[in-house]
């Protein structure tokens, strides 16, 4: 009779989790040849074109990574530019409403003001605020219709206040004219959440329908 008897040694349940949660991760990061590196990489390349915080699930979909492992990266990433693995960067990457974006660090805040507003005046002129006040109510609005409003023309006006981040373009009419509106640094500056806090000011300026009627008249 045979009496030998082979004892398998238990199985840890924790264990064994975590080593298929490891071969996880590992296969994740190699999916469309992918490593590491190269999905922080990618990360970084991506975040420095952005022009607004942007999402794990849009990161998600671009990369073909799961948005558990885009998060684990980006936050990997957030960590180095603090400097917790070593020299503290000059720009961070922070986690803004339902996005993430690389912005300049505010230790340097002071140095990098100085830098953008260098060679300009700190105020805007009297036929630029003039301008930005017709955009802030009646926009969107093209710049034929400003120039209806203010008498002159506004294409350098309008292109000043875009260079400052106050005024966007914001679609075209269907003639192919831009539209163009007020952005949220210029509610950041006038310290409102929103264009629903502009004092009234309908009695001092025609509507638009007015001035294409009166564009309508001259041609």
């Not at 036929?127 to 802030?136: K, M, N, R, Y």
């Not at 219709?145 to 981040?165: F, H, K, M, S, Y």
């Not at 959440?193 to 502009?198: G, V």
């Amino acid at each position: 009779m045979n009496t030998d008897i082979t004892i398998e040694p238990p199985i840890n349940p924790a264990s064994d989790s975590d080593a298929r949660d490891q071969d996880e991760r590992t296969v994740t990061d190699q999916v469309n040849g992918f490593d590491e590196g190269d999905v922080l990489g990618a990360l970084e390349a991506i975040l420095m074109v952005v022009p607004e915080p942007v999402s794990v699930r849009h990161l998600s979909d671009v990369l073909g990574l799961s948005e558990a492992i885009i998060d684990k990266h980006l936050r990997s990433l957030a960590a180095e530019y603090r400097g917790e693995n070593g020299r503290r960067r000059g720009f961070d990457l922070r986690e803004v409403g339902e996005g993430w974006r690389i912005y300049s660090s505010p230790a340097y805040a002071e140095v990098v003001g100085s830098f953008v507003t260098h060679g300009q005046t700190g105020k805007l002129s009297g036929p630029a605020l003039e301008t930005l006040a017709v955009i802030a109510y009646r926009q969107p609005v093209t710049r034929s219709q400003i120039a209806e409003i203010r008498g002159v023309n506004v294409d350098g006006v309008v292109r000043t206040l875009t260079t400052r981040g106050l005024v966007e373009a914001t679609g075209q009419e269907g003639t192919g004219a831009v539209l163009y509106g007020t952005t949220g640094y210029f509610l950041e500056k006038m310290g409102m959440t929103s264009l629903a806090e502009l004092p009234p000011a309908s009695p001092h300026l025609p509507e638009l329908d007015e001035l294409d009627e009166i564009e309508k008249d001259r041609q």
